[in-house]
């Protein structure tokens, strides 16, 4: 099935040969669905906190901060062009009218003024067609309005990566995602004066993200009196996976080339592991709020963090314990309630295990990453729901887990997943290191079947492709989990360029 070429392409990208037939495997056979056990609620799952409750966390977390000499970073997935968010423009440009039609258009047109973006756009439809937005608009030339937003003759921002996109406006000029979370990290996630950022950036906008941010960064630095550690990386090839006819033979381009296609964001677990961090703060690049709104985002970043440290040094504590061998039943039982009530990670028959057993199976649940994820209440946003999910072992744990790993044909898990209090919106803290300091190997944390296919096309042909285990579902499944219940105010998507004009 694969010749010389082939071989020798699949080997420039890091991949070997057996990875390349497992995926074909995979993509022919599919993933299985995951067994639900129930959504995950208050009380079952989820911590709801109140005020003091927060302020021991964010107090917590101070303290770690302050005096454990720990390495802390904000890891930011920011790659990508931001298109799909002016998929409606984009339309509009294309579309057989020349005025503003759909209730998207006109409500684009009509608060364009409102747009941290606006003056920039206005001067460049000044540079070059001779006149303001307003005057383009006056004469009904919207389309050139859009054209000189999107195309690369104007701002280009249908080509852009997100992060570089003028979102908010203040006094002082208008910021970028990439400058908010400059702003986060100074605000919550910075140890003694240094603050540690990671950007995950295509390779197309490298360059030009990393310009933007030493063009920016003195300025914040100086503003909050930090220094900045700033880091960028790229989706790895080899995490790239082979395209598929429908067939489930390799898609071959043109030029007689194999396709690889990128992973997903399941690949930035290898991103994720390369960083020497003990604590992460993961959310995505687009999920950023003005300062006039960002109590609570800082509030809730420091309470889930607490909580992480917390549940960490009991776990760290648990395990010395038994590695000591210093204990008696009683301590078993009082591990075996903090697995099962703190952690949710219980199993069915751990009654029946010999005490060798039982210890064995305690040590391999609690020595392992740790994350605490925010969830917010469900309001019809798309993302991961908090689940109690089945794992391959038989053992039941909290797990985020996206539409496409649940049977649609089983009744009571679309009832689950439909009914759901709460769901994942990318808000997550991570322990990335085990009690003796050593960084896990986080990809030998990754459930491999949980994967799954989506449908493509490329020049006009239908492709099968695989998407890796997503970063926060399956990447992640058999990591330590606490879901912690947070305001909807700690969670501002900007998936279209409309939602810049909602009120957060």
Wanted: with cysteine.
């Amino acid at each position: 099935m694969l010749t010389q070429q082939d071989k020798e392409q699949i080997a420039s990208k890091g991949i070997t040969e057996e990875q390349v037939y497992q995926q074909l495997k995979d993509i022919e056979n599919g993933f299985p669905f995951l067994k639900i056990e129930a959504a995950a609620t208050i009380g079952n799952g989820i911590l709801s906190l109140n005020e003091d409750s927060r302020k021991h966390y964010i107090d917590v977390w101070n303290d770690y901060k302050k005096n454990s000499g720990k390495t802390i970073y904000k890891f930011v997935p920011a790659s990508g062009a931001a298109s799909r968010m002016f998929k409606n423009m984009f339309a509009f440009v294309n579309a057989d009218y020349d005025v503003p039609t759909t209730d998207f258009e006109k409500n684009f047109f009509e608060n364009i003024n409102r747009f941290a973006f606006y003056e920039e756009l206005s001067d460049k439809c000044k540079k070059n067609t001779g006149k303001t937005v307003v005057e383009l608009m006056n004469e009904g030339n919207y389309k050139e309005v859009a054209a000189e937003m999107l195309l690369e003759k104007g701002l280009n921002y249908g080509q852009l990566p997100k992060g570089m996109l003028l979102f908010y406006n203040y006094e002082d000029g208008a910021r970028t995602p990439m400058e908010e979370h400059l702003v986060e990290a100074a605000l919550y996630a910075n140890a003694n004066g240094e603050a540690n950022v990671h950007f995950t950036v295509s390779h197309e906008h490298l360059e030009y993200f990393k310009k933007k941010v030493a063009d920016n960064v003195e300025r914040y630095a100086k503003r909050f009196g930090v220094t900045y550690n700033i880091s960028f990386s790229e989706q790895s090839p080899s995490t790239d996976t082979i395209a598929a006819n429908m067939d489930n033979t390799p898609f071959r381009q043109d030029d007689g080339t194999l396709l690889f296609r990128p992973g997903g964001h399941g690949a930035l677990i290898k991103n994720l592991n390369d960083i020497d961090a003990d604590v992460v703060f993961i959310k995505n690049i687009d999920n950023v709020v003005p300062d006039k709104y960002k109590d609570d985002t800082v509030e809730y970043k420091q309470v889930l963090a607490g909580v992480l440290v917390d549940v960490q040094r009991r776990i760290f504590d648990y395990i010395k314990v038994l590695e000591s061998g210093i204990y008696n039943h009683d301590k078993l039982v009082e591990i075996i309630q903090f697995l099962q009530q703190t952690l949710c990670c219980r199993k069915q028959d751990i009654k029946e295990l010999e005490d060798a057993d039982l210890v064995l199976y305690l040590k391999s649940k609690l020595n392992r990453p740790t994350r605490v994820c925010g969830v917010v209440k469900n309001t019809g946003e798309p993302g991961g729901g908090p689940f109690l999910a089945y794992n391959q072992d038989g053992t039941v744990s909290l797990q985020i887990l996206e539409s496409s790993q649940i049977d649609k044909d089983n009744a009571e898990y679309m009832r689950m997943f439909t009914q759901g209090t709460h769901f994942n919106p990318v808000d997550l803290v991570c322990a990335l290191k085990d009690y003796k300091g050593n960084a896990f190997n986080l990809p030998e944390f990754v459930d491999k079947q949980t994967g799954f296919i989506s449908y493509k096309s490329k020049n006009g042909r239908d492709l099968k492709a695989l998407e890796l285990p997503g970063l926060w579902n399956g990447a992640m499944s058999d990591w330590n989990t606490v879901f912690v219940e947070v305001p909807i105010s700690t969670f501002n998507p900007v998936k279209t360029v409309n939602d810049l004009l909602k009120k957060s």
